[in-house]
């Protein structure tokens, strides 16, 4: 399979969702591919890694979005702002406050939440979602348009819809709430998006089920 395929295989089964290709330790190359075969948006977990690609792709393509979706250290936020669109990694106060003080524009951001509970991840416990979403949504440079979140590292698909099902009645009960409209959900990565899809995540993050191709 190419990477073309693979992409063209991954939309079938993500329906509408939005497709943002994860490109961790992807070479450049190969980046390009996944954009000539129609990928709008990438996602990268660490700000050094995406630093080393960011003009080079942004050159050649500058509509991609570039979303950061791994931890982001407070220290590391005066950076991210230089690359990013979206920070799908927000899971404290402390870093919003951060990442208010040095934008320069309104920076559109999602919440991570820790839906599985699992003591490796970060993000912030469900129970205290909507606190969090209250004291950032005073923030002027923030836009909160989205919930984020892992699914649990376990065969059980149970498991792992419940996973995405806990973050999309999160979603619901923000907007019940009335201070801010979460658009988007964004759950589910190679392994498990087609859970995700079926609980109603509207944005998926696929790395290896679309670069992954056969010699």
């Known amino acids: 399979m190419t990477i073309s395929q693979n992409i063209a295989k991954v939309r079938e089964k993500a329906g509408l969702a939005r497709i943002i290709a994860v490109t961790k330790n992807v070479e450049i190359p190969k980046i390009f591919e996944a954009i000539e075969a129609g990928i709008t948006d990438v996602g990268e977990n660490k700000v050094q890694e995406a630093a080393g690609k960011y003009d080079a792709i942004k050159s050649k393509y500058p509509q991609i979005k570039w979303h950061l979706i791994g931890h982001l250290q407070t220290n590391k936020v005066?950076?991210?702002?230089?690359?990013?669109?979206?920070?799908q990694s927000v899971d404290s106060i402390g870093l919003a406050t951060e990442i208010n003080k040095r934008a320069e524009k309104e920076i559109e951001i999602f919440i991570e939440v820790n839906t599985s509970q699992e003591t490796s991840k970060f993000g912030i416990k469900p129970e205290l979602t909507v606190d969090l979403v209250k004291?950032?949504?005073?923030?002027?440079?923030?836009?909160?348009?989205?919930?984020?979140?892992?699914g649990p590292l376990t065969d059980d698909a149970e498991k792992i819809k419940a996973s995405f099902k806990k973050l999309r009645e999160l979603r619901d009960n923000l907007q019940l709430s009335g201070y801010v409209e979460i658009k988007h959900l964004s759950m589910g990565?190679?392994?498990d998006y087609s859970f995700a899809i079926e609980e109603g995540s509207d944005i998926i993050r696929v790395g290896r089920a679309i670069f992954t191709t056969e010699a």
């Open 135 to 150: 004291e950032i949504s005073k923030l002027s440079n923030l836009r909160i348009t989205g919930l984020m979140t892992m």
């Open 189 to 191: 990565m190679s392994d």
């Open 78 to 87: 005066k950076a991210a702002l230089k690359i990013f669109d979206v920070i």
